[in-house]
């Protein structure tokens, strides 16, 4: 039955395609008005926008969980995106709507269109300003490597970094109208995706002996679990790591480029989600290039004067991910459905709207009343002078 809705209907096709990243949410990727993206062209941007950042980030989400239960919630999690897809599908083919939002309208009328748009424009849009906290405090690590470069130097400044980057790379290369132009760019974050990983395993195993042991590191589950499902794409693993780590210098070089060309594919959602409430799905060339400035202006000024995102990361997780991928989908299907209630599709449908109204409520609660640190640039333990010959001698070249 599941195979045959498929085959249906795809209903993120023709006018939206279904979006999920590390981030565990669903948004509505823009339309490509008058471009000919072709499969693997498509194919670059949507595995770029999945895991071209998030799958840095997995590491501080199995922390918060616990790293047995933060692997049955990432296979759980992955289960239902899944299914609350196939639940997209099914609700498209039973209301003859072709989108997200054409389903939610139709199931709850314009208020319930409005709440997804809001919901769908708040994701990414938030994700574009940790994008450029996260490219700041990456590179500025980077650029103080640089032999001449002092502490006084503008390339140590955040602020500047930010906006040298945004107006050299990431407001151009959000201008595009055509998603289909970045699929080079998110060819190459793939690359650097791989690099990075490589760069991971390669400290894993030389700097596993200068880690000091953490009391029940291997603990089934912690309190934070709630969190740790809003949060999967959350956290930066190249705090770990040493400053006068060349092979991690290079790896934060690398993460902060794969950030800069992940960036212009959440403005494209942002700008879609705008063009589609207020300009009935088409922006002349004068507006797109005015939303597009003003959603860059606003994302880029929230992230110069606060640099600390944990807390709004993990209530946007909550507050916006587990809505768009738990709640809304089951609720329309629910509203829509012909089946007898006791019917599988019903019943579980009716336990994962649930579930997402629990992860809502406690996982609110538990981030008001336990905020995430906020730390920037500490250095371990283990990057300490004391430490310093035998962690350098234990580097392989690179």
């Given at each position: ?160 970094i930010i906006l040298c980057i ?117 922006l002349t060339t004068i507006l ?111």
């Open positions: 039955m599941e195979q045959h809705a498929r085959q249906e209907r795809q209903l993120p096709s023709s006018a939206h395609q279904i979006e999920t990243d590390d981030r565990t949410a669903l948004v509505c990727k823009p339309r490509t008005k008058g471009g000919n993206s072709d499969l693997p062209s498509a194919g670059f941007n949507v595995i770029n926008s999945i895991i071209g950042s998030g799958i840095i980030g997995l590491p501080y989400s199995m922390k918060e969980a616990g790293f047995p239960l933060g692997v049955l919630l990432l296979v759980g999690v992955a289960y239902i995106t899944d299914y609350s897809i196939i639940l997209l599908i099914k609700g498209g083919n039973l209301s003859g709507t072709n989108s997200y939002q054409e389903l939610v309208n139709k199931s709850y009328g314009f208020i319930g269109y409005l709440i997804l748009s809001i919901l769908q424009f708040l994701y990414p849009f938030i994700a574009m300003i940790s994008y450029n906290i996260i490219t700041g405090d990456t590179l500025t690590k980077v650029f103080q490597t640089i032999p001449g470069v002092g502490p006084d130097n503008l390339l140590t400044y955040r602020q500047v945004t107006i050299i790379f990431t407001l151009p290369m959000s201008l595009y109208r055509d998603i289909a132009k970045l699929a080079k760019v998110s060819f190459i974050s793939l690359i650097l995706t791989t690099v990075i990983l490589i760069i991971v395993m390669i400290r894993t195993a030389t700097l596993s002996p200068l880690v000091p042991k953490t009391e029940n590191a291997w603990i089934f589950a912690k309190s934070n679990a709630i969190q740790a499902i809003g949060v999967m794409s959350f956290g930066d693993i190249f705090e770990n790591y040493c400053r006068d780590d060349d092979l991690a210098t290079f790896g934060r070089f690398c993460y902060g480029v794969t950030i800069i060309l992940t960036f212009p594919i959440e403005c494209f959602v942002t700008r879609e989600v705008i063009a589609n409430v207020f300009f009935s799905g088409t797109h290039v005015a939303v597009t400035v003003i959603v860059v202006a606003v994302a880029t000024s929230i992230s110069l004067v606060y640099d600390c995102l944990g807390i709004v990361l993990e209530l946007n997780g909550i507050l916006s991910a587990t809505p768009l991928v738990f709640i809304i989908p089951t609720a329309c299907y629910l509203k829509l459905s012909e089946e007898r209630w006791n019917h599988s599709d019903n019943l579980i449908s009716g336990l994962i709207l649930t579930v997402g109204v629990l992860l809502m409520t406690v996982g609110f609660v538990m981030t008001i009343l336990h905020p995430q640190e906020c730390s920037h640039g500490k250095e371990m333990v283990y990057c300490f002078p004391n430490n310093a010959s035998l962690y350098n001698s234990t580097l392989p070249p690179f």
